[in-house]
T-cell receptor, first 111, second 114 residues
Framework: DTGVSQDPRHKITKRGQNVTFRCDPI?????LYWYRQTLGQGPEFLTY????????KSRLLSDRFSAERPKGSFSTLEIQRTEQGDSAMYLC?????????FGPGTRLTVT | AQTVTQSQPEMSVQEAETVTLSCTYD???????LFWYKQPPSRQMILVIR????KQQNATENRFSVNFQKAAKSFSLKISDSQLGDTAMYFC???????????WGAGTKLIIKP
């Protein structure tokens, strides 16, 4: 297994457009997490799944954000009607226990 | 609510020196986990070391060790024999035993000079 992967690595979009990111976790991990990181800051928790169930969502996850993990494997994070404030690195992590392993992130730039 | 504080925005040491990064946290929980992650420039977050709060013994991973002071809510990272490849942002993170959400500090930028 090569670790957590994310696609795309970079996304530039115009304000108001919708974007979707994908995360493929380490195969035997049942938990999957999404974080957002802005430049020079630590990550902020957005949401996490145990298998296909979304167990927790941050207040940061506005109605424009939605995440799914339909079969308990890969996950998608969609942002609708993007705003300039959504520009950030979106990190995905997975875990089998309490140690989380991160993917390379998707850098979103909203112009 | 839990908070994590890293009071050193940036540190710089010579190669082969020892450096200690500070982290304090605030929680009313008794069972939790603490982590140090490393994020090299333009590269992904890497787990460096973890500490379970119920363990009194400080964790060690090769050149990396921690000084965990539960009563003082302090969790510092010591890097011995520092190498150029240790240059990175270092983040301290906290996780309650009852959920899996990581709470992060703001990070310390560590520069190892040749």
């Amino acid at each position: 297994d090569t670790g957590v992967s994310q696609d795309p690595r970079h996304k530039i979009t115009k304000r108001g457009q919708n974007v979707t990111f994908r995360c493929d976790p380490i195969s035997e991990h049942n938990r999957l997490y999404w974080y957002r990181q802005t430049l020079g800051q630590g990550p902020e928790f957005l949401t996490y799944f145990q298998n296909e169930a979304q167990l927790e969502k941050s207040r940061l996850l506005s109605d424009r954000f939605s995440a799914e993990r339909p079969k308990g494997s890969f996950s998608t994070l969609e942002i609708q009607r993007t705003e300039q404030g959504d520009s950030a690195m979106y990190l995905c992590a997975s875990s089998g226990d309490y140690e989380q392993y991160f993917g390379p992130g998707t850098r979103l730039t909203v112009t | 609510a839990q908070t994590v504080t890293q009071s050193q925005p940036e540190m710089s040491v010579q190669e082969a020196e020892t450096v200690t990064l500070s982290c304090t946290y605030d929680t009313s929980e008794n069972n939790y986990y603490l982590f140090w992650y490393k994020q090299p420039p333009s590269r992904q977050m890497i787990l460096v070391i973890r500490q379970e709060a119920y363990k009194q013994q400080n964790a060690t991973e090769n050149r990396f060790s921690v000084n965990f002071q539960k009563a003082a809510k302090s969790f510092s990272l010591k890097i011995s024999d520092s190498q150029l490849g240790d240059t990175a942002m270092y983040f301290c993170a906290f996780m309650k035993d009852s959920n899996y959400q990581l709470i992060w500090g703001a990070g310390t930028k560590l520069i190892i000079k040749p």
